[in-house]
Structures are given as structure tokens and as C-alpha cells.
């Protein structure tokens, strides 16, 4: 069945350092790809998305890049802030009506 | 316009009792789905309704588990009797339609069952 793997965590990183979060899945057909991002606090939220192969989905310095050939979908960064500190959820959604979610990065910036 | 509300925002009850959750989607969105994260583990999903009809109820674990959406507007999960293992974050998410541009979650409601 369809699901998503994800790099566990929690991870901890200086402030201006360079983050790559591991995400992988398994599906039939051609799903859609996001990274969900969840502050302290608050809900969910859509981070960035990729509809199809070779597609990179961008948000807020994050970047994320669609790998059919290599069932892979990581979260990138240049530069971490403290604000960014938050728990990141690969998932994926092959019809649109049921998201697949992964375990969930907790991530930790520090100044 | 206003996100999905759910509360409480926490509860803490005891095993064998009852508890309630409530969902209220942005207005106008048909679609509506229940989300539940165990444990620091994957956010899996529970349910799906448009508007007040069930389209999918393949996730949800057992009979302890009653979801309704009278009216087609707000929804409530009720957990009776609990099970510690039903401790977690609901999370709730409504869409205007079907298609791959995403949801939009609920804060979530934290359950703690002792």
C-alpha cells in the first residue's frame, strides 16, 4: 500500500545551518507530494507540494524536489532560523482524498 | 475567513469514559476528514465526509468510534468507551473540493486518556 517514510528525528541545528530532511515513499501510480509543517501550538500547515515528477515545490526558502526514479521527495534549506523550528510531516495523497502522512521530523534550531 | 476550529484543544479523561470532539470547518467546504497522530507516530486518517454523508470510514480503528456531521456543517468524533491507547492528537481538515492542493488542518485536539 501506499506510504511514507521519513527521517527520524529529533534534529538539532545552529542557526544558518543547512537542513535536509529524508523523505521517501511507496505508491501506485503518480501521487501528489507535500511537506506539512507544524509550529508550537498551531495546526498543520501546507509547507510546499509537488503535483508530478521532476516538479520542485518552494515555500519560504524551503525547497523540495519530486524524484520518481528514486521514490524521494527531501525537504531542503540553505540557512535555518530559530522560527523555523517545528515538526515536519512528509505525506503523500494519490486521488486527493486520503493524505499519508510519515512519522514526523521534530526539528530544534538554536542561536 | 476563519480556519477549522476544533475543541477542546485538550482533554484528559479516564479509561472507560466518554469523550467528544468537535470539528468546525471553514464554511462552504463539503469535505471534511478526521486525522489522528498516535504516539509521535504517522498522522493517520480516520474518515472523510461530504458534506453529512461518510465517503470513507476505512480508518477508523473500531466501534468505540462514532463520527456524525449533522447538517453537513460541523462534525464530532466520540470515543466511548476510551482505551489508553486512544490517547493522541485528532486533527480535523476540510477542503472546498477534491484535488491535490492540500487541506487546511485544525490546531488538533489533544487526548489523554489515564
Known amino acids: 500500500g501506499d506510504s511514507v517514510t521519513q527521517m527520524e528525528g529529533p534534529v538539532t541545528l545552529s542557526e544558518e545551518a543547512f537542513l535536509t530532511i529524508n523523505c521517501t515513499y511507496t505508491?501506485?501510480?503518480?501521487?501528489?507530494l507535500f511537506w506539512y509543517v507544524q509550529y508550537p501550538g498551531e495546526g498543520l500547515q501546507l509547507l510546499l507540494k509537488?503535483?508530478?515528477?521532476?516538479d520542485k515545490g518552494s515555500n519560504k526558502g524551503f525547497e523540495a524536489t519530486y524524484r520518481k526514479e528514486t521514490t524521494s521527495f527531501h525537504l531542503e534549506k540553505g540557512s535555518v532560523q530559530v522560527s523555523d523550528s517545528a515538526v515536519y510531516f512528509c505525506?503523500?495523497?494519490?486521488?486527493?482524498?486520503?493524505?499519508?502522512f510519515g512519522t514526523g521530523t521534530s526539528l530544534t534550531v538554536i542561536p | 475567513e476563519a480556519g477549522v476550529t476544533q475543541f477542546p484543544s485538550h482533554s484528559v479523561i479516564e479509561k472507560g469514559q466518554t469523550v467528544t470532539l468537535r470539528c468546525d470547518p471553514i464554511?462552504?467546504?463539503?469535505?471534511l476528514y478526521w486525522y489522528r497522530r498516535v504516539m509521535g507516530k504517522e498522522i493517520k486518517f480516520l474518515l472523510h465526509?461530504?458534506?453529512?454523508?461518510?465517503?470513507?470510514e476505512s480508518g477508523m480503528p473500531n466501534n468505540r468510534f462514532l463520527a456524525e456531521r449533522t447538517g453537513g456543517t460541523y462534525s464530532t468524533l466520540k470515543v466511548q468507551p476510551a482505551e489508553l491507547e486512544d490517547s493522541g492528537v485528532y486533527f480535523c481538515?476540510?477542503?472546498?473540493?477534491?484535488?491535490?492542493?492540500?487541506?487546511?488542518f485544525g490546531s488538533g485536539t489533544r487526548l489523554t486518556v489515564v
Open positions: 509537488a503535483t508530478k515528477a521532476d
Open positions: 505525506a503523500l495523497s494519490p486521488t486527493g482524498n486520503q493524505f499519508y
Open positions: 465526509f461530504v458534506k453529512e454523508s461518510k465517503q470513507d
Open positions: 481538515a476540510s477542503s472546498q473540493a477534491r484535488g491535490r492542493v492540500g487541506y487546511t
Open positions: 505508491a501506485t501510480g503518480y501521487p501528489s
Open positions: 464554511s462552504g467546504h463539503d469535505n
